[in-house]
């Protein structure tokens, strides 16, 4: 399989997985519903907007299915199809989100006068998908490169991981870290050389919820047992349930247990992910509001000279994208190698080319210190 061919397929399984979950959900379970019918071109060009307000869970364990179903059948992919020609609707999406890489001349002259701080998701940004999160290891020479980055810019770790496994695969001290999808956060451990602002930072936003969690999490593996491949992380202060390894005709089944466990807990939501079901607290608090306690604790509140960059590949992060894009400071770049809804500006395909661009801003700053 090529890796096109790879991707196309985790968007084809991430709407049939949806399917399964909302209607699992909804008890209206078809074998229509089951096989999305053919819709025009070879990627993933849903609403994850749409799909994913349609795949939440409600307080009561209920499910909001308004529509869901149909929008799905009609934006749902066929069939896969490797293509080395970009379709319309992919060139319309580059002009509006054009490679970081490409447009970096831009991006450095909007940012002139002003104090960049860069956020960085991890899994999919800094390292691979990979099929085991456990394994998700990011490579010497994008370790070496964040460190440069660090000496230039403040920068920070934003992820679903828990902080301190998030930690173990960074292994940079000098970083801020945002683990948990933002709810548990931590300034570096050793001195940066950002003096500006409370670097001693320790922000937990659902320490209440640490309990419940860590039931749920036990409910979940208990219950997830017997369907091969299904793996449950802890992540802290929220759970993710992996189904990459799952059979694609265990998914409703494992779609049921999770709903069994989650219909006890009222205060807890079920979100999506890259073949993850991300279970965490109802609080109002993401990505995007970690990027604003970050900023603030850095010393930038109310600046009118900070611009903040953000570079992640998922649904959670578009929380911190929309935040600058609301706040007009900075921008977002969104890792995909296919068009989404977004409200990144720029793009970037994969791991590789964030390292790339990583190293032009670290070019940039040498150069620039260099007079
Ligand atoms: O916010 P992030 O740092 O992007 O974390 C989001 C989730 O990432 C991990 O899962 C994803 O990556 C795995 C390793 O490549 C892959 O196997 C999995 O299918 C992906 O969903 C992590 O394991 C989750 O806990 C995070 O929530």
């Known amino acids: 399989m090529t890796k096109q061919n790879v991707l196309v397929s985790e968007a084809q399984s991430a709407i049939n997985m949806a399917i399964t979950v909302a209607v699992s959900n909804s008890s209206i379970f078809t074998t229509a519903a089951q096989k999305p019918p053919p819709a025009h071109g070879g990627y993933f060009s849903i609403s994850r907007n749409k799909l994913l307000k349609n795949l939440e869970i409600n307080n009561n364990g209920g499910t909001r299915t308004n529509g869901w179903i149909d929008s799905m059948r009609a934006s749902s992919p066929t069939h896969i199809k490797s293509t080395p020609s970009l379709t319309d609707e992919q060139s319309s999406w580059i002009l509006h989100h054009p490679s970081a890489l490409d447009m970096f001349e831009q991006i450095i002259a909007a940012s002139k006068g002003k104090q960049i701080v860069m956020f960085l998701d991890y899994d999919g940004t800094l390292s691979p998908i990979v099929e085991d999160p456990d394994r998700a290891f990011m490579s010497d020479a994008m370790r070496k490169t964040v460190k440069k980055l660090a000496r230039c810019f403040p920068t920070a770790i ?42 001693g930072v320790l922000f937990q936003a659902a320490s209440e919820f640490l309990p419940m969690i860590d039931e749920v999490y036990k409910q979940l593996v208990e219950k997830t047992m017997s369907i091969p491949g299904a793996k449950v992380e ?42 993850v079901l991300e279970i965490r607290p109802t609080i109002k608090w993401d990505k995007g509001k970690a990027l604003e306690f970050l900023l603030e604790s850095l010393g930038f509140a109310n600046c009118t000279d900070v611009f903040p960059v953000y570079i992640g590949d998922d649904k959670t992060d578009e929380d911190a994208f929309k935040i600058l894009r609301d706040r007009g400071q900075g921008f977002g770049i969104l890792v995909s190698k296919f068009p989404k809804d977004t409200s990144a500006s720029y793009s970037l395909q994969e791991p590789t080319e964030v390292m790339n661009f990583l190293q032009k801003l670290v070019e940039y700053k040498r150069r620039s210190l260099r007079g």
Do not use: T
């Open 234 to 275: 802890n992540n802290k202060f929220c759970v993710s349930v992996h189904y990459r390894c799952v059979e694609e005709k265990k998914w409703n089944e494992l779609a049921l247990q999770v709903r069994s466990v989650l219909k006890e807990y009222p205060k807890l939501r079920l979100s999506s992910g890259r073949k």
């Open 158 to 199: 934003v992820s679903g991981r828990c902080r301190d496994k998030v930690y173990s695969f960074v292994r940079l001290a000098e970083l801020y870290y945002a683990g948990s999808h933002g709810m548990d956060i931590k300034g570096p451990a050793k001195g940066s050389k950002y003096k500006k602002g409370n670097q």
